[in-house]
């Protein structure tokens, strides 16, 4: 993907702060032990706000919210002890560490979410949302809708899959991936590439997107 | 109609320069504190901003760490 230069990552933490939790979870012996024991603390307060604020999507399993924090916490805490040498020092390092038990949390709340569900991929309900015939909309709207449909139906197995279903059909990246065995970027990737091409599509038919999709 | 612009968005995407989700995931931690100190986070992480737009998962890994660090005093 096309991406401009960014900043480059700095020799040393420039939050002094930083520079302690770091060496702290590298000292060795009871200062390490104390420090690892203060990190998990604080991913399990990221972990237990991220299960909290999605709770409505669970709101079937509730006793299972504070299991699902303690994991998320714990494979977080793995991850940042991993990582550690991948802390620039650019942002808090609580910040850094934070997003490892949000993500974790996160991607676990979507998979308790959708246990069990099916996921749509040979869904044909997507099929209504670019039905170009739909109530209301006018003529250029519907040629546009019709000419997208089209591309859709054009794309890569892979790639219309993808589309379909974490656009049109609703299911999140992660679980997705899971069930295909791949992993978020790379189905991002197929994502990409299937926007890439139908924006190249429709431009090449005349309709202008290019003004499409920005937030 | 509102709501085809928005179906459009979701299938079209940003249709600009993005980062990775991988390079999502890195960047996050500083873009979110440049967000909360009002700083200019899109021209410090370029594609950050297309990024969130086209990706719905990253999009809420970023609100969430956003809100939990704000929550904290930024």
């Not at chain 1, 939050?15 to 200062?31: I, T």
């Not at chain 1, 991936?177 to 429709?202: F, I, Q, V």
């Amino acid at each position: 993907m096309a991406t401009a230069t960014m900043t480059p990552p700095m020799q040393m933490p420039a939050d002094p702060a930083a520079r302690d939790w770091v060496g702290e979870l590298r000292a060795g012996g009871a200062r390490e032990q104390a420090a690892v024991e203060e990190l998990h603390a604080l991913l399990l307060k990221a972990a237990r706000f991220e299960v909290g604020r999605r709770g409505a999507e669970l709101a079937h399993l509730r006793d299972d919210h504070e299991d699902l924090a303690q994991q998320a916490a714990d494979d977080a805490l793995m991850a940042v002890l991993r990582k550690l040498s991948d802390f620039r020092g650019e942002s808090r390092f609580t910040t850094w560490a934070y997003k490892f038990a949000l993500l974790e949390a996160a991607v676990k709340v979507r998979h308790r979410a959708w246990q069990g569900r099916e996921v749509p991929l040979a869904d044909e309900g997507w099929a209504a949302l670019t039905d170009p015939r739909s109530a209301g909309r006018g003529a250029e709207e519907a040629e546009l809708f019709a000419a997208l449909r089209e591309e859709i139906e054009r794309l890569g197995a892979r790639q219309r899959e993808v589309l379909v279903a974490v656009t049109l059909s609703g299911v999140p990246i992660d679980v997705l991936a899971e069930r295909l065995g791949s992993t978020r970027g790379a189905l991002y990737k197929n994502l990409h590439d299937a926007r890439r091409k139908l924006r190249e599509e429709l431009a090449a038919r005349g309709f202008r997107v290019d003004e499409r999709g920005e937030d | 109609m509102a709501k085809d612009n928005e179906v459009l968005g979701r299938v079209l995407g940003p249709g600009a320069p993005e980062l990775s989700c991988e390079q999502c995931f890195d960047e996050l931690d500083r873009y979110v504190e440049l967000v909360l100190a009002g700083e200019q986070a899109e021209e410090r992480v370029p594609g950050m901003r297309a990024h969130l737009a086209g990706c719905p998962a990253c999009a809420e890994d970023f609100r969430s760490l956003r809100d939990l660090v704000g929550r904290e005093g930024g």
